[in-house]
T-cell receptor, first 113, second 115 residues
Framework: DQQVKQNSPSLSVQEGRISILNCDYT??????FLWYKKYPAEGPTFLIS?????DKNEDGRFTVFLNKSAKHLSLHIVPSQPGDSAVYFC????????????FGKGTHLIIQP | ETGVTQTPRHLVMGMTNKKSLKCEQH?????MYWYKQSAKKPLELMFV???????ENNSVPSRFSPECPNSSHLFLHLHTLQPEDSALYLC??????????????FGNGTRLTVT
């Protein structure tokens, strides 16, 4: 049973608009959430994270929102740029252990010119 | 060279072959990991090493054998694999395993094909 779900395999957004990537989780013990970005032929790179004690974390064009009651988090990218085209993975952990990371299947974001 | 380096980038092997994947990190991290990414599946954790000691083995078949001779190097020895083992194998490192806010740094992976 998947504990971290990214229900949209792909998402297409026009350049300059907002991209919203969604992630749902089922394990209420998760207390730390991360987003990774992956280009073809490269490994995932860490993008942004959020602790369960917060509901928002912002870093430049990237903002992650956490709704604990809904067990839902989202990544907002604004404005979207062509270089943002990549696969985005949501990951969650509990107990603070990096070895306990559970990943979603990923969402392929395509930024249209 | 910086970051996490994996070799080879691509590997094709028969089911009776023995091969090894290599990973090296230049980040001064204390923990190293092997992940498997199969098509249309989430990243799956295989092994975790912290300070060269194995701390987690996620029920991985014995045909996969990890080795961590020091905190900078990690190997995955492969023996009598099956076609379903074909996948992207990713190595990662982090400052430590104790904190979830110590993000993983991934290598570019080895694309393995078992024929």
């Amino acid at each position: 049973d998947q504990q971290v779900k990214q229900n949209s395999p792909s998402l297409s957004v026009q350049e300059g608009r907002i991209s919203i990537l969604n992630c749902d989780y089922t394990n209420s013990m998760f207390d730390y959430f991360l987003w990774y970005k992956k280009y073809p032929a490269e490994g995932p790179t860490f993008l942004i994270s959020i602790s369960s004690i917060k509901d928002k974390n912002e870093d430049g064009r990237f903002t992650v929102f956490l709704n604990k009651s809904a067990k839902h988090l989202s990544l907002h990218i604004v404005p979207s740029q062509p270089g943002d085209s990549a696969v985005y993975f949501c990951a969650a952990s509990y107990g603070g252990g990096a070895d306990g990371l559970t990943f979603g299947k990923g969402t392929h974001l395509i930024i249209q010119p | 060279e910086t970051g996490v380096t994996q070799t080879p980038r691509h590997l094709v092997m028969g089911m009776t072959n023995k091969k090894s994947l290599k990973c090296e990190q230049h980040l001064g991290h204390n923990a190293m990991y092997w992940y498997k990414q199969s098509a249309k599946k989430p990243l799956e954790l295989m092994f975790v090493y912290s300070l060269e000691e194995r701390v987690e083995n996620n029920s991985v078949p014995s045909r996969f054998s990890p080795e961590c001779p020091n905190s900078s190097h990690l190997f995955l020895h492969l023996h009598t694999l099956q076609p379903e083992d074909s996948a992207l194998y990713l190595c990662a490192s982090s400052q430590g395993v104790d904190r979830g806010n110590s993000p993983l740094h991934f290598g570019n992976g080895t694309r393995l094909t078992v024929t």
